[in-house]
């Protein structure tokens, strides 16, 4: 052989060398990554069982049948769809008819977590009131955290004071909200 056509060759060899090294450094440049990843997000919800009150015919420490207490709830689903916190709200009614000095009544209601997030609550807000200084009341309605599956028991008493009306019927309006455990509540 030659020198000519050996050297030739060397160029040859060299050049395949030199475009193989460039290919696989490109090919390498180029290679694209595919991640592909699946989120599932939680769930906050929660059941309120139906409210009961102590008033169920005969009035609470007494032999007569004169006042009486009646609670529902109401639940208000999608209030503010611009709201993301996934906030549940409930309106809980409470009237009050025919009371006198010193009748009494007590309404009760579970709140259950249905949802797969804690959850803390209740925040209340007072949408109407006419009790004035005629009824007082009291209630065990604390911030609690209430985890998954779990349910917590609430309660609020009422007492008819001296300076009730005759005649009257008493009403109270509550908006009772829970939220996601980690989250401040709408507007607070």
């Not at 030199?18 to 059941?47: F, H, P, Q, R, Y």
């Not at 797969?116 to 200084?133: A, C, E, M, Q, R």
């Not at 008493?170 to 908006?175: A, G, P, S, V």
Request: with cysteine.
């Amino acid at each position: 052989m030659s020198w000519e056509r050996e050297k030739r060759l060397l160029q040859a060899a060299a050049m395949l060398i030199m475009l193989t090294v460039i290919g696989s450094a490109v090919a390498m440049w180029s290679d694209s990554l595919k991640v592909m990843v699946t989120v599932n997000t939680g769930d906050v919800d929660v059941e309120f069982s139906p409210p009961s009150t102590s008033d169920t015919g005969i009035d609470p420490g007494y032999d007569k049948d004169v006042g009486a207490c009646y609670a529902n709830l109401v639940e208000i689903e999608n209030e503010d769809e611009g709201n993301p916190t996934g906030n549940n709200d409930l309106d809980l009614n409470i009237t009050i008819v025919n009371g006198y000095p010193s009748y009494n009544c007590t309404v009760t209601f579970d709140v259950t977590n249905v949802g797969t997030i804690p959850v803390k609550g209740p925040h209340i807000t007072i949408v109407s009131n006419n009790l004035g200084n005629a009824v007082s009341w009291t209630h065990n309605m604390t911030e609690i955290q209430i985890d998954p599956g779990q349910s917590v028991w609430f309660w609020i008493s009422f007492h008819i004071e001296q300076a009730a009306s005759e005649n009257a019927v008493y009403t109270l309006q509550l908006k009772l909200m829970f939220h996601q455990w980690n989250e401040e509540p709408a507007g607070g």
